[in-house]
T-cell receptor, first 111, second 117 residues
Framework: AQSVTQLDSQVPVFEEAPVELRCNYS??????LFWYVQYPNQGLQLLLKYLSGSTLVESINGFEAEFNKSQTSFHLRKPSVHISDTAEYFC?????????FGKGTKLTVNP | EAGVTQFPSHSVIEKGQTVTLRCDPISGHDNLYWYRRVMGKEIKFLLHFVKESKQDESGMPNNRFLAERTGGTYSTLKVQPAELEDSGVYFC???????????????FGPGTRLTVL
């Protein structure tokens, strides 16, 4: 069965510092991978996704994630974070036609 | 274009009462999903509608939960009778096509926070 592990429940960082949010998955079949973000008092928004092709995918706001099949990972990175990146981030894998999520990582960016 | 909307945003009820959550998907989206996040845990799939038909209801916890999508538009999720462990955030999502077969995204609503006392 598919499962997703987000190793860090909370990640505090200072503004302009780099950040990496870790995600590992387990699956016996090929998967599609996603990162969703939930800003305070808002719904889930798709941040980026890997379906096929280049293993490095980028979002419009500077985040990127790399699909690593051998390590079954899909870590999310940003070289320099802003206060506005404070949110909860969810890694997810597709299974059939539904999404299987990790427990989420709360990113707090401090001035 | 309006996004996925959910009503109410919050609901506080007592154990044993009934609550009905509503989800309005993006217009034209045939696929509608319900997910739930219990505090501190992962967001978990509950069920999937394609138009008015239940495609997959494998995530429904028990028969106290009833989901409907009459006419293939909005959907309701009723919990009757509610128990303490039903507390959490209920998310609805919709998509135009099916997730895996196309470059297709599930658009999520803001969620309904349910508290059962």
């Amino acid at each position: 069965a598919q499962s997703v592990t987000q190793l860090d429940s909370q990640v505090p960082v200072f503004e302009e510092a780099p950040v990496e949010l870790r995600c590992n998955y387990s699956s016996s079949v090929s998967v599609y991978l996603f990162w969703y973000v939930q800003y305070p008092n808002q719904g889930l928004q798709l941040l980026l996704k890997y379906l096929s092709g280049s293993t490095l995918v980028e979002s419009i706001n500077g985040f990127e994630a790399e699909f690593n099949k051998s390590q079954t990972s899909f870590h999310l990175r940003k070289p320099s974070v802003h206060i506005s990146d404070t949110a909860e981030y969810f890694c997810a894998v597709s299974f059939s036609e539904k999404l299987v999520f990790g427990k989420g990582t709360k990113l707090t960016v401090n001035p | 274009e309006a996004g996925v909307t959910q009503f109410p945003s919050h609901s506080v009820i007592e154990k044993g009462q009934t609550v009905t959550l509503r989800c309005d998907p993006i217009s034209g989206h045939d696929n509608l999903y319900w997910y739930r996040r219990v505090m501190g845990k992962e967001i978990k799939f509950l069920l999937h509608f394609v138009k008015e038909s239940k495609q997959d209801e494998s995530g429904m916890p028990n028969n106290r939960f009833l989901a409907e999508r009459t006419g293939g538009t909005y959907s309701t999720l009723k919990v009757q009778p509610a128990e303490l462990e039903d507390s959490g955030v209920y998310f609805c999502a919709s998509s135009q096509g099916r997730l895996v077969s196309s470059y297709n995204e599930q658009f999520f609503g803001p969620g309904t926070r349910l508290t059962v006392l």
